[in-house]
């Protein structure tokens, strides 16, 4: 084969190459850089750029060759992109052809030996045509309907030389590859990116509507103590001050031992009084008693005497009993629960005032307030969850037994209800007094209702409605 009739397979062949090259690229920068850099190995020109071309005319450059980063505020980039846009919305603008600087604006055509080479070469990027486009006539009929629709892009290709005929042909199908590989990139892909945008908000709106219907428990958080289920109740017998304490706090009693005194000088005074008083009166009914039997007038003090003995019987038996009751002894086996020995030791008490507990370490419960604005349909049975302070990460599993009705004052001043929780069999018997959250769970209701619910409470109660 003669090396003349080599060169146009060669050109072919690269004219395949390049359009495969095209139809590999990922984006659409990467598509702009291959068009105005790689095209030259088929043609030489001076120059490239691509620019995009709106529904109206407008262009946009968005490549240029031999440039990195574009400036589009730059006086080139304003002159070509006014160019493009007389060249985008004249009689030729899809079909590959020389642009003629006499048919342009006087504003680019006075500019032309400034920013343009002598010889430039439109080249329209075109989207594949359909059946019913590419039929005999169709272009002919929507440019008579006044409807001629420019090219989404086009390549701008200028030189000092002359273009040939034969360079225009291969450009013609050398472009129309790039105007496929231009549509699938930012035309089909533009489309579908729009429909997502379009259902993007839909689709998420549907997704929160989804996940707001998820059935949900419905749960409370408390605060939670510790206690025993059957404490005892160590009160003080009598009026008076605490001398000594015989145990410590969270010591182990046993039934009967000693737990505290009080100071007994002044009982141990009252019974001595007591006693002494008895024994006078005794000795009095008994010579009045003797005396009788001579002296009608004695006689008639007998009774009045007895009576007088049996008052300070009585006396020094009340003075005896509060004598027995100094030392205060346990009832039961137990735990002691107090706060210290130093916050009793020489205060004044009065009968009946709470001094300790004895707790039972194997019967502990728990002791929920809940406030009144978090209180849930608190039904028997419903599992709770108590979250200790001293080991947040290991809940115990316990079961409603008890909620009140009425609605009182915790420790910290809130309104709350008191509920009781059993802890589950085999759950290890926490320390008694040990504080923590305890979790609620209430009838399963959806996500919405679970989340709002305090806030439509706080409108309803707001608004009235």
């Not at 084969?1 to 690269?14: D, F, I, T």
């Not at 993007?200 to 289920?229: D, F």
């Not at 947040?392 to 209800?417: C, D, I, K």
Request: proline share 8%.
């Amino acid at each position: 084969m003669s090396q003349g009739a080599a060169q146009p397979v060669n050109g072919l062949l690269m004219l395949l190459e390049l359009q495969r090259q095209a139809w590999r690229q990922a984006t659409a920068p990467e598509l702009r850089y291959h068009i105005v850099n790689q095209t030259r190995r088929l043609i030489a020109y001076r120059q490239a750029a691509v620019l995009t071309v709106g529904e109206r005319g407008r262009a946009s450059l968005e490549a240029v060759s031999n440039i990195a980063v574009l400036e589009p505020n730059a006086p080139f980039a304003q002159w070509l992109e006014e160019a493009v846009h007389a060249v985008a919305t004249g009689e030729h603008a899809n079909g590959v052809h020389v642009v003629d600087p006499a048919t342009l604006p006087a504003s680019v055509r006075n500019a032309w030996g400034e920013w343009g080479p002598a010889q430039v070469l439109w080249c329209p990027l075109r989207k594949p045509e359909t059946p019913r486009e590419s039929m005999p006539g169709a272009q002919a009929d929507v440019q008579a309907k006044g409807k001629a629709v420019p090219p989404p892009a086009g390549l701008w290709l200028g030189r000092d030389e002359p273009w040939t005929d034969g360079e225009i042909l291969l450009l013609s199908h050398l472009t129309e590859g790039y105007g496929h590989a231009w549509w699938a990139l930012s035309g089909r892909r533009a489309k579908g990116r729009g429909l997502r945008r379009a259902l993007l908000p839909l689709l998420v709106l549907l997704m929160i509507a989804g996940a707001l219907a998820i059935p949900v428990p419905m749960s409370t958080l408390a605060p939670a103590e510790i206690q025993t289920s059957n404490p005892v109740i160590v009160a003080a017998p009598l009026d008076g001050v605490i001398e000594r304490f015989h145990v410590q706090p969270n010591q182990t009693v046993a039934a009967g031992q000693p737990l505290f005194s009080f100071e007994s000088t002044v009982l141990r005074s009252r019974f001595e009084v007591a006693r002494k008083g008895l024994t006078q009166a005794e000795a009095e009914l008994l010579t009045a008693s003797q005396a009788a039997f001579t002296d009608p007038q004695t006689k008639a003090r007998v009774a009045q005497l007895r009576a007088q003995v049996e008052l300070r019987r009585a006396e020094m038996a009340l003075a005896r009993d509060l004598l027995d009751r100094v030392t205060v002894k346990a009832d039961r086996a137990g735990i002691a629960v107090f706060t210290d020995v130093n916050d009793w030791l020489g205060k004044p008490v009065s009968v009946g005032e709470r001094v300790l507990t004895l707790a039972d370490p194997q019967a502990p419960e728990i002791d929920i307030m809940v406030p009144v604005g978090d209180a849930l349909v608190l039904e028997p049975g419903s599992p709770v969850e108590l979250f200790l302070n001293v080991d947040p990460l290991h809940p115990l599993q316990a079961r409603l037994t008890h909620a009140s009705y009425e609605a009182g004052l915790s420790a910290a001043g809130v309104l709350s209800y008191r509920v009781k929780a059993a802890l589950d069999a085999g759950e290890p018997p926490p320390r008694i007094g040990l504080r923590g959250t305890a979790k609620i769970l209430g009838d399963r209701v959806p996500l919405a209702l679970y989340l709002f619910r305090r806030p439509l409470a706080l409108l309803r109660q707001s608004l009235g409605i």
